[in-house]
């Protein structure tokens, strides 16, 4: 098994990038999607979550009102943090047994936003970063999600910056062209992980 962290800034396309590995045959894993499970409404994990940031995170119908937590964490150091010591653990578990799970030759991608913030470079064989211009990443966010100017700046702030990304990168995806571009980088991704894949142990880092 060949396991790669798949990380990059938001706004950088990531999400691209995984679900072309997966196209191509990759396990992934995404932490993002196990987040949202881990405090899905009537767990334990959104529980904490209320107890940790009071009844205001919570929508009408019950369920975490993402927005409002957002507004509360993002910009506030000491906030993200409870927040990551209650998601944290529970996407790591998961993410455990999903791998246990997977073929032993797979190739199993964990898509990590945090990889980088979170110290878990050393975890993998190789680590993947998606990276883009931090002016793309800002533009994307404005104009595919919505955000304020100062609401695209706080969430890439609240990031690693993107020489740090790098600085832990043994593959890169330079993500600021079309898909044209990204689909032809991914192919070149694809065969030096199989290629990877193929050596066994010594792939380790």
Do not use: C, Y
Request: net charge negative; hydrophobic share 45%.
């Amino acid at each position: 098994m060949l396991r790669v962290g798949l990380t990059g800034g938001i706004g950088s396309g990531k999400s691209a990038v995984s679900s072309r590995l997966a196209a191509r045959g990759a396990v992934v894993i995404d932490s993002d999607v196990l987040a949202r499970e881990a405090v899905a409404k009537g767990t334990d994990g959104l529980a904490e979550v209320v107890e940790a940031f009071g009844n205001d995170v919570l929508t009408a119908a019950g369920e975490l009102d993402r927005p409002a937590l957002g507004r509360i964490v993002f910009g506030d150091e000491s906030a993200r943090r409870r927040l990551e010591a209650i998601v944290h653990p529970r996407v790591r578990a998961r993410a455990a047994e999903i791998e246990a799970q997977s073929p032993v030759a797979a190739i199993v991608v964990h898509d990590i936003p945090l990889l980088v913030e979170t110290g878990q470079v050393d975890r993998f064989d190789l680590v993947l970063v998606v990276d883009a211009p931090v002016d793309v990443q800002l533009e994307r966010l404005t104009a595919q999600r919505g955000m304020t100017d100062e609401e695209a700046k706080r969430r890439v702030a609240s990031q690693a910056s993107r020489a740090d990304r790098l600085a832990a990168a043994d593959l890169v995806v330079e993500n600021s062209g079309t898909l044209t571009d990204l689909d032809r980088r991914i192919d070149e991704v694809w065969a030096t992980l199989e290629q990877r894949a193929g050596h066994g142990p010594d792939t380790k880092r």
